[in-house]
Structures are given as C-alpha cells and as structure tokens.
C-alpha cells in the first residue's frame, strides 16, 4: 500500500505532457537503433556480393589473357577449349547475376567476352598467304568462315582510329603478313580493305573510325590497304589523321610482283594481251612502259619519296615478300617488335604448303591438315620470255638501287632474275 501511494504520489505531481514525451523518446530511440542495425547488416552483405563480382570479373579476364598468351606460343588453342573458357565465364557471371541482380549491360560484357574468346581463336585458325583482292568471291568456303569471324564486330571496347597500317604494295604479301598479325591476342585489324584514304576520304573520320573493331585497353587497332602506297594524297591524309601512326610497307622483286599482278588480271579477264604486249611501249626498241600500273607499283623509291615527306624511317617498317615466305617467323619477330608486342607468334605457328608455294598457319599438335587461304592464292605464273625478265631487271635495277639507299636495306632482288621461271607462284 505504500508502494502504490507514493507512485500515485509521483504520478500525480508529474505532468501528463512530461510523462508521453518521455516515453515517446525511448520508442523513438529504440526504432532508430533497430533500423541502423538493419541497415549496417545489408550494407555488408550488398559490399560482400558486390566486392565478389569485381572479383569475378576480373579474374576471369585475367585468365582468359594468361591463357591466351601461354598458349599462342605453342600454337592455336583448340576448341575444346574455346568453348570451356566461353562456358566457365559465362557461368561465373550467371552465378553472380543471379547474387545480386547485376545489369542487363555487365551481363552483355560477359557474352561479349565469351564471344570475342571464340571469335580470337577461331581467326587464329585461319591461313596466312597471299594478297588481298577485293573480289570477295573467289575466296574458298574454309576463307567464308574466316570472313565472317572476321567481320564481325564485338560490343565490348571502343572502337578506335588505326594505330598501325599496313600501306602497302600490291601482290607484295599484304594478306599473308595481316593474316599472321591476327593472331596476337594484341591486335584487332579490320579484314576487308577500308580504302579510307584512297576512294572514300570524303566519308570522314566518323565513318573510317565505324568500320574498325572494337579493343581493350593495350590493344593495336590496323588495317591494310595496299593501295595507300602509290596514292599520292594519302600521306599527307594519314598524317593528318595522326602524326605518330606506324606504317608497314611489304616490298617483293617488283618484276615478280608485276608478274604476280598481272596473273591476277588474267584470272579475271582472259581476253587482256600477254604480259609482253603490255610492258613495253616498243618491243624492238626495248622501251618500257612505265605508266603500265603492274609495273609502276614496283618503283618503290619514287612511291616512298612521297611518304618521307610526312614521315620519318623510324616510324616505317619494310617487310621482305621473299623471307615472309622463306622465314615468316623471323619477318613477324622484326614486326611485332616494330608495334611493340611481345612475340607471341613464333615458327611454330607456320607450316610449308608445298602445293600451293608458301606459308599456312598451322596448330602444331593438331594432326588435321594446315588451314590456307583459298584458291585465289597460289596461282602458277603464265610463261614470260627469258629476254623480257632480263629487260625489267635491267629497268628496274637503279630504282631498287635507290630504295635500299633510302630505306637502308639490301633486298638483293638482283640475284633473283631467274625467279620467275615457268611454275614460278604468286
């Protein structure tokens, strides 16, 4: 009874006010650590998840890159493989996904990633040889495929203007020397001929820039044009565009390469005149018709002259047709060291196709036969008389003279006056 006389006492002395305002505080004190509670708890968790898929992410990537480069130098990777790592990525960022309801956008990174992994390996699988031609259905159904991983264009990276282009010449080598340099997991080059600065520069850089495939960071984005080189305005236009670009320029014997320029005419167009009628402007007088384009390609040292203007030797690099084909792993070695990549493709990546004349791309521990680039490649020369080999020779020798001068090289294409006999391939 006490007790409950002095509470009433309390009571009753204490303001009502007081008193709800008291207890309304410890509720509202008790709710605020309870929702702080909650809160520190799910920002743990979405930290945890979202630290995870960062994790995820770039340890697949990594991987990926790792394997890339440790099995390039042994060769292709199959695609056994191939589909493995598309399959293990796809799964790891799938699992996350479904953790914390990643975007729509990092889970098109990851098919992107699966897609370019198989889109890599399946271009490394094609053949290197020959020269580009841009009649596109002369290539055989092995080069339709090749085309078509080639062309296609990932959703990942930023798409760039060309860091290195290849410039040329014609019939030189060009399509074996892009082909090989798609196989470094360093490079993205564009697979059809741009013709940017040559026939469609009133396009604009906008467009040229649409035409090249996405890269990542530490990526080469090239294209090759052969016909850059011989095309008066075109230094002057890509060094305009960037004054730093590297440039690749594949020289060959230019009385082969004329020859190997007019044997693909003549596939094209049978009814032309032999290639003597064509050379010359007299025959009996021994005069040489220049303006011929099969034979003015080959006077690099007047084509070059123009180039030197924008550019200096350093940032040019001359590739020898003649050990592209003889050496292909010692002519890459100087390339990839000229773009500054590791020398990833090496001898092994090569094999001797003795029936069509050059260098395929190969897996070397996989029995089937070597990949080439199809029947437009390798063709047999038409017989030329032995005179009028000896007569270009003889036209061609101070110009040749003049370019190892210019360029510091000694290709030595006057031991080779005999190479173009009977059975002779482009």
Known sequence: MAFWSSTSVFTSKVPRKI????????????????????????QFQENYVYQGRLVTEETTFVTLREKLYSTSSQGYLDEEFI??????????????????GIDERT??????????????????????????????PEFSTTDSELRKVVNCTSD??????PQAIIIGVKKGGTRALLEALRVHPDVRAVGNEPHFFDRNYEKGL?????LMPSTLEGQITMEKTPSYFVTNSAPKRIHSMARDIKLIIVVRNPVTRAISDYTQTLSKRPEIPTFEVLAFKNRTLGLIDASWSALRIGIYALHLESWMQYFPLSQMHFVSG?????????EMAKVQDFLGLKRIVTDKHFYFNKTKGFPCLKKPEDSSTPRCLGKSKGRTHPKIEPDVIRRLHKFYKPFNMMFYQMTGQNFQWELEEDGNSPGFRD
């Open 19 to 42: 008193l709800f305002m008291f207890t309304l505080s410890l509720s509202v004190t008790y709710l605020f650590y309870s929702l702080m509670s909650c809160y520190n708890s799910f």
């Open 83 to 100: 589909e493995r790592t598309a399959t293990e990525q796809t799964i790891a960022f799938s699992s996350v996904r479904n953790s914390v």
């Open 107 to 136: 889970a098109g990174w990851a098919r992107a990633q699966a897609a370019t992994t198989s889109s890599s390996m399946s271009r490394a699988a094609a053949a290197v040889a020959g020269e580009h031609e841009h009649e596109h």
């Open 156 to 161: 990942y990276g930023v798409k760039k203007l």
């Open 206 to 210: 906008d467009w040229y820039r649409e």
């Open 322 to 330: 003649e050990r592209l084909i003889v050496d292909p792993a010692g």
